[in-house]
């Protein structure tokens, strides 16, 4: 397995948008093992979608329980061709992304979703979420049809903030 290279803001393929994912063959297979090897990676990296590897193809990797402050969830999970079917409970969340390391942006999220996706063989299931893991699953999903945070907020005065170096 091997850590994929991950493109950064304004890497011009960050703004694309992804194409539906209709092959589940090996080759899919070893991309995802090195695409969630390359989500561990990164220390504290909850979630990474496929653009940001320069892998035009609807499909992200989450783990919250990798979280600086380990989130209940469901564990590792790969959703591809990911679809919200349900999202209630809107709240200002703070997030920030592998691709713009040096910001962190306050973005309004849903803390209840619901979503249909196919998993890595290609099967149809549905998913609930809520909490962080819902907000790391749109952060991913927004990924997809090439949205960053940077898009969503509309006063950068006041909802973008530089991050602080350790
Ligand atoms: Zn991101």
């Known amino acids: 397995m091997s850590v994929l290279?991950?493109?950064?803001?304004?890497?011009?393929?960050?703004?694309?948008?992804?194409?539906?994912?209709?092959?589940?063959?090996?080759?899919?297979?070893?991309f995802v093992a090195n695409f969630t090897e390359t989500m561990y990676h990164y220390k504290f990296c909850v979630g990474l979608a496929s653009s940001q590897v320069g892998r035009l193809d609807r499909l992200i990797t989450i783990d919250v329980s990798k979280a600086r402050r380990p989130q209940p969830g469901h564990g590792l999970l790969v959703l591809i061709n990911p679809e919200l079917i349900h999202t209630?409970?809107?709240?200002?969340?703070?997030?920030?992304?592998?691709?713009?390391?040096?910001?962190?942006?306050?973005?309004?999220?849903?803390?209840?979703?619901?979503?249909?996706?196919?998993?890595?063989?290609?099967?149809?299931?549905?998913?609930?979420?809520?909490?962080?893991?819902?907000?790391?699953?749109?952060?991913?999903?927004?990924h997809l049809d090439g949205i960053l945070f940077l898009d969503k907020i509309t006063n950068p005065a006041a909802d973008l903030f530089r991050r602080v170096k350790h």
Do not use: W
């Not at 290279?5 to 080759?27: A, I, M, Q, S």
């Not at 149809?124 to 927004?142: G, R």
């Open 5 to 30: 290279n991950v493109l950064r803001y304004p890497d011009p393929l960050l703004k694309k948008v992804c194409k539906e994912v209709t092959k589940f063959d090996n080759e899919l297979q070893t």
């Open 88 to 142: 209630s409970d809107f709240k200002i969340v703070r997030e920030g992304c592998l691709s713009i390391p040096d910001f962190t942006a306050n973005v309004k999220r849903a803390m209840k979703i619901k979503l249909r996706y196919q998993d890595t063989n290609g099967e149809s299931k549905e998913l609930e979420a809520e909490n962080f893991e819902a907000h790391a699953i749109q952060h991913e999903m927004d």
